[in-house]
């Protein structure tokens, strides 16, 4: 267990710190994820043994495209995501050919799994002409013929690109949802990205949405270069009035060669303003009647097309299954019956070419993962849970055969007498600024774990390089 000087010192010195925001891969980072040979073939036999154990969950699948508008700056200014430059609908359609490919290889692993939800994301899923959102169900349908009306079937993509009859094609199709990234309603800061994205394209494409009978959900970021609370505070006003029910509100992350790390640091609001915006924001839509989902989602209850979804959130502690198609789509797989090494974190090619070279060649296009450790496993599902603000002690238990509290209870009690984290007999929940330390706060659980990985790694490296003095020589 870490030692309390340490757990302390690491929480006062980070409450001023800008948050780094690595949720998105939760448990480890990314940067551990070096596998090369993910055996895609026996977890598909694990997916079925599992299945044949009566223990899975429905099955969440997120389909990626690579392309985005290109903006000046680049990469909308802040964007860390991988992506492609859109040269035209030809290469679309021809990604989707490969898309299709990459589906029917999991055909046979996925027969009989149930589909929990469908998230077109990427790059920019609107760029898809409108014929091609039914062909993307379709490539969905194949694998799972028999999809519930409770499933989410979502498709993401930017306002400017919405179009009346690409709705249509949306609904029509059979999805029944879209998300919108907004980032700001304020076209001057908006700007700032390099969108030309006007107010008009949001309001517009809401009210498509709502004639077509769509759920729609809008992002928003804070943290933006010259936001302050005011702009914010204008923006969720407007979003409230327009009487969206699902609202995600991200911190901006910011890091990587972008333009807002390179050029524009000195304009974001200092760390601290971040907090107050993240409390006045909170605040602001409580008072609206929206209820916090996640560190980031809040939803207005009563929408009659409104959807479940909670994005990252896993609905069960024992049991994950969520599989990326296309480039640089992630797979997350894991079960608590599963041995060492048998639950599994991977990404999708991020090389375009290398993506389409290797379905050419038969082979799941796999760039690189992770494969988990039980307790590996254990934190990779705690810090979902704390995405979704809570854990149940209880259901950690059934699962783990282990006390969350008593795990890392040196950690909750400083949490807890900060007032960011709330320990009951049945729970641990983030409270008051907690969400907004989520970051911070799984760090610290990951802390332990992290330094043995580290040294493991450095250990090999000394193996390998000991096995090969030739190539230090070279080197
Ligand atoms: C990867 S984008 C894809 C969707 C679409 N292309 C768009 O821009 O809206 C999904 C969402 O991630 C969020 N996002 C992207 N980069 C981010 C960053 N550096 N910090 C915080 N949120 C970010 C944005 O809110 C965006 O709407
Ligand atoms: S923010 Fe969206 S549109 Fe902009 S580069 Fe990233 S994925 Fe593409």
Known sequence: MLDAKFVNDHIDSHLDKRQVNKVQHGFPSPRYWTEESVPVGSIADSRRRIRDLGRSTPLNLYVGVPYCIKTNPGKCGYCLFPVEEFRGN?????????????????????????????????????????????????????????????????????PQLFSRSKIEAIRDAGMNRISMGVQQINERLNKLSGRKQTLKHTVQSLEWARDFGLAANLDLIFGWPQQTVRTMIEDLETVVSWGVHDITHYELNVGGPTDFALNRFHELPAPLSNLEMYRESRDLLKSHGYEQLTAYNFRKPGDPVGRDYEEGVAPRLDNLDSVGLGYAAITFFGDTVLDDGDSWSFINQRNLGRYKEMIDNGQFPVEQGFGHAKQDWRLAMLFRNLLGLSVSRTEYRAAFGIDVYAEYQRIWDALGERELVEVT???????????????????????????????????????????????????
Do not use: C, W
């Open 90 to 158: 030809e290469a679309l359609e021809i990604y989707f050919d490969y898309l299709s490919r990459e589906a029917a290889m999991y055909k046979e692993a996925f027969e009989g799994a149930t589909l929990g939800g469908v998230y077109f994301g990427g790059g920019t899923s609107n760029l898809y002409k409108e014929p091609m959102y039914l062909k993307l169900m379709d490539l969905v349908r194949d694998l799972f013929p028999d999809i519930t009306p409770d499933a989410d079937l979502t498709l993401e993509g930017i």
């Open 425 to 475: 007999d049945d729970s641990v929940t983030l409270i008051d600024d907690g969400p907004f330390y989520t970051p911070m706060i799984q760090a610290l659980l990951a802390e332990e774990r992290y330094r043995a990985l580290r040294e493991h790694e450095v250990r090999n490296r000394v193996v390998v390089d000991l096995a090969a003095p030739q190539k230090l020589v070279s080197a």
